[in-house]
């Protein structure tokens, strides 16, 4: 199990009562539609193979392992219970001499530390110390889970310390993970213990209160569950503290992105639900992250379709830890596999940089006649019914918008913004805006998506007031994307008050009104050429 669960990944069709009133909202004819201007197109291009020394980077073994259960002190006088792995000689006793070390996965998942331990040993075979921690409270630790919290970074710190104090230890340390150990790699980087030199971060945050908990504001219902299993007080904690506060502000990345400063490889993917808060970091720190985003959902890249070997993360390694200036970085900041994959998207691509060089705004108004073109059209207004309870919109409870059928493809490369003019006749509303690819034959993929509380329309500190039928200005940030609609297909947009698995249906029954057309709502998206 993943912290937290896997949300939406690969494109998959709806179900057949959605794609019904996703049809009925948006009255999108058979009909050849005016296409999207020319710089708004691209065509296809020759999938590119990651040749990329980095990727194909190899050294053998040189080692055996040999495990030892540790208990790592700490400085209120606790401890972390742990398993070191050492490089081990052939009669599995510890190889003499000093190594490098790695954090392998600081985690809440005991349950899961001997798949950690068994992976480890790629790199201790090849002359690496790893430690698997168990935080405060899980597993043999002894204490309260309380994820990334000061405290659990506080013992994070002392873990990287003491590792690098082990005497068979070089004292240069590195920490990986996936998912919770992501996120704990990233904010053990930014509380800047001495010995840290590198981290690999797959599939971690830069905001546990934006990117998971109260995404726009609007408490995430696939957490819940989570909650219940790995740390049952936060049912409470998180409830206590529904606005952005020194609560949240001690377990994030982004309040101290001015403190990642080590070289930091992310691992990303373009189907993970946290995909939104990698890509800050690398927007924030360009100088020191590098960022791979294939085409995966939430977990290990490893044995997946375009998935990456272990030979990069080696290549990391020994360039940040061992010295080897030998050992190759990538070509590129960026490298990211153009999705659907497999499918209309033409594979890996490296940039410099990331929307990549030459990517610009393409601004599409929602009209009312449930089109997006670039001319707005006539001022207009329409609306949709909320949506209180916990399946998909129903018909009434949506609008939809679409372009016409694409002449040439259409490439997406970073974030959207749906902005909005909204009236409310309660006193508070969700917003949930989520783009889809309509196929000739009518099946329909979700491409990405965002959520705002319309309370939360000026930020996350403080309350806005909502007048019930007034109009309040918004913008819904929609998370980035590399996805390629194909040539005859259409780009869709569904507006709703809720994208149930995703987000609580948590706000009063009514109806919500958007002005559209001219002086209304427009969406902008990042295109390549």
């Not at 009925?24 to 005016?34: G, N, Q, R, V």
């Amino acid at each position: 199990m993943q912290v937290p669960p896997d949300g939406t990944q690969r494109p998959r069709p709806m179900t057949r009562r959605t794609l019904c009133t996703l049809g009925a909202a948006t009255a999108i004819t058979a009909a050849l539609a005016p296409a999207l201007p020319a710089a708004a197109a691209a065509g296809k291009e020759a999938p590119l193979t990651l040749a990329d020394p980095f990727f194909s980077y190899s050294r053998p073994a040189l080692y055996g392992v040999a495990r030892e259960d540790v208990r790592v002190p700490l400085r209120d006088g606790s401890y972390l219970a742990a398993q070191l792995y050492r490089p081990a000689r052939s009669d599995g006793k510890p190889a003499t001499g000093r190594f490098p070390g790695i954090i392998y996965e600081y985690t809440a998942y005991a349950g899961n530390l001997e798949v950690f331990g068994s992976a480890t040993a790629f790199y201790v075979s090849r002359g690496y110390n790893a430690l698997v921690c168990q935080v405060r409270g899980s597993g043999a630790s002894p204490g309260t889970v309380d994820p990334f919290s000061p405290q659990e970074q506080r013992d994070n710190y002392d873990a990287i310390e003491w590792l690098a104090g082990h005497p068979a230890s070089t004292g240069r340390i590195g920490q990986m993970g996936q998912s919770y150990g992501g996120h704990t790699s990233l904010l053990a980087a930014v509380n800047q213990p001495p010995h840290l030199k590198a981290i690999i971060p797959t599939n971690g945050l830069s905001d546990w209160y934006e990117n998971t908990i109260y995404r726009g504001g609007i408490y995430s219902a696939r957490i819940r569950d989570w909650q219940k299993s790995t740390a049952p007080d936060t049912l409470r904690t998180y409830a206590e503290h529904p606005l952005y506060d020194d609560f949240w502000r001690g377990r994030s990345v982004m309040n101290r992105w001015d403190r990642l400063t080590i070289p930091t490889l992310e691992i990303n993917g373009w189907y993970d639900r946290y995909r939104d808060g990698m890509v800050k970091n690398y927007l924030t720190r360009p100088r020191n992250v590098w960022m791979v985003s294939g085409p995966w959902d939430h977990g290990n890249p490893q044995g997946l379709y375009a998935g990456i070997g272990l030979g990069a993360y080696l290549a990391w390694w020994d360039r940040w830890l061992a010295g080897d200036r030998h050992a190759p970085l990538p070509t590129a900041r960026i490298t990211s596999y153009e999705i659907p994959g497999p499918g209309a998207g033409t594979g890996w691509h490296q940039f410099d940089q990331w929307p990549p060089r030459g990517a610009h705004a393409l601004t599409l108004s929602l009209r009312k006649d449930s089109t997006l073109r670039t001319a707005a059209g006539p001022g207009s207004t329409a609306a949709f019914d909320v949506n209180t309870g916990t399946e998909a919109p129903a018909s009434h409870q949506q609008l939809g918008f679409s372009t016409g059928t694409l002449r040439r493809d259409l490439v997406l490369a970073g974030s959207a913004t749906l902005s909005l003019r909204a009236a409310f006749t309660a006193t508070d509303g969700n917003i949930a805006a989520v783009l889809y690819d309509r196929a000739p034959d009518g099946t329909t993929s979700r491409i990405t998506a965002g959520w705002l509380k319309a309370a939360h329309r000026r930020g996350h500190t403080a309350l806005a007031p909502v007048t019930p039928g007034a109009y309040h200005d918004m913008d819904v940030h929609i998370w980035p994307t590399h996805y390629r609609v194909a040539a005859g297909h259409q780009l869709v947009l569904r507006v709703s008050s809720d994208d149930y698995p995703e987000i609580d249906s948590d706000v009063p029954a009514g109806r919500v009104t958007l002005r559209v057309g001219s002086s209304g709502a427009a969406l902008r998206l990042t295109v390549r050429p």
